[in-house]
């Protein structure tokens, strides 16, 4: 137990100290007591903004309606002097990140017991070992605890796993995403990938490929031969699967790789996290690409991997710079300074419901946004 984080409380038999479970990467408590089923809102809440952890004695199900509760309390808008609005698109993200951050460490307050073989002995508990299985490999045997929080986005993980995510690009076919493996839950940057020409059908690199959706689109649109890469773990195990069960493991050769695999190819396809901001945590490095290291290094790397006469596809969307974030002229001066030109670009509108919601704190960025395929070449001399 001494080489992963521990957590310690008092109990009635003495002071007890088991493993600590975060995929957040959050620290242990250092302040846990007791909760149970006389544990009101209230008091959770309070200790929980004091930054005192409750480990739960109590029902399971009774758990899940405090958490629910306190999640009510804590979007309470306060009652003295409404909030200055943010003045641009800019401060409205930080203040939405920031108060996101408050949200999950104050509602991560509330902990459970998990047993060596990662079962929860409280009534009405449901059977999560499976689930935990599947984000955090065979149990060891040892006891731990984690937050009902993350414990709960294991199941629903697990539930996506199992069920999967259907894909119009794949006439309806359904990708399968593990644990911590960003989801194609918005499929119009796929519809690009669907439609636009392809310079080649012989070969192609599918950089950075989590699920493996990219080179399933590509395999299925004929692509005879695809490299599709990935340096995390979870994704690499995550893109076999699915690309074996949709019946392309044959044309699509899966790899551990930071960006690019060994080669040159036709076509060379990349969709970095979008927004160039620091991740609160490791589970966010899908969505969130600091100082765009991914995007620079695609761009970078490009042209040395391309065949002669081969494009870059670049999917990105201008969320960032609607956020204030990145400027399109930087984005464009990065693909200059990376020896490449424009080809073409093709655009599309998203369809997620946050586009359309002005109650969304970051709706004037999103309902303007524009996903793009940008279509790149070697710049000539």
């Known amino acids: 137990m001494t080489d992963f984080p521990t957590l310690s409380w008092p109990d009635t038999d003495g002071p007890r100290t088991v493993r600590w479970r975060s995929e957040a990467g959050a620290p242990a408590p ?43 309390r804590a979007e309470r808008k306060p ?32 902990l459970l017991p998990l047993e060596g073989d990662y079962g929860i002995a409280l009534r009405r508990a449901p059977d999560v070992k499976l689930a935990c299985e599947e984000a955090w490999g065979a149990p060891d045997g040892e006891p731990s605890a984690v937050s009902l929080r993350e414990l709960l986005g294991l199941i629903g993980a697990h539930e996506w796993r ?24 918005r499929g119009e940057y796929l519809d690009l990938i669907a439609r636009v020409p392809l310079p080649s059908v012989e070969k192609a690199f599918d950089i950075g ?23 995390d773990a979870r994704a690499l195990a995550c893109a076999r699967e699915n690309l074996e069960r949709l019946g392309h493991g044959e044309r699509v050769e899966v790899v551990e790789a930071d960006l690019f695999p060994p080669g040159r190819a036709p076509l060379v396809v990349c969709n970095p996290p979008w927004v160039p901001a620091r991740p609160a945590s490791p589970i966010e490095y899908a969505v969130f690409d ?83 395929l940008w279509r790149l070449k070697v710049r000539k001399a």
Request: aromatic share 6%.
């Open 162 to 185: 199992k069920k999967g995510v259907p894909i119009p690009a794949l006439d309806g076919a359904h990708v399968h995403p593990y644990y911590g493996v960003f989801s194609p839950v």
């Open 209 to 231: 490929t989590g699920t493996g959706v990219i080179a399933a689109v590509l395999a299925a649109r004929g692509v005879k031969q695809i490299v599709a890469t990935d340096q």
């Open 290 to 372: 600091p100082d765009s290291r991914m995007l620079r290094g695609f761009l970078g790397g490009l042209k040395d991997h391309l065949e002669p006469g081969g494009e870059g596809w670049l999917i990105l969307s201008d969320f960032a710079e609607h956020l204030g974030l990145r400027t399109r002229e930087a984005l464009v001066e990065m693909i200059v300074e990376a020896g490449l030109e424009v080809a073409g670009r093709e655009d599309i509108r998203p369809r997620h419901p946050k586009a359309s919601d002005p109650n969304d704190p970051l709706y004037r960025a999103r309902a303007a946004e524009i996903t793009s």
């Open 30 to 72: 250092k302040r846990v007591v007791i909760a149970d089923d006389r544990t009101t809102a209230d008091d959770a809440y309070r200790l929980a903004c004091e930054g005192t952890a409750l480990l739960w004695y109590g029902d399971f199900q009774n758990a899940r309606q405090l958490l629910q509760a306190m999640a009510r």
């Open 79 to 110: 009652k003295k002097g409404a909030p200055k609005p943010p003045a641009t698109p800019l401060e409205a993200f930080h203040l939405h990140r920031q108060a996101q951050a408050q949200r999950a460490r104050t509602l991560g307050m509330v």
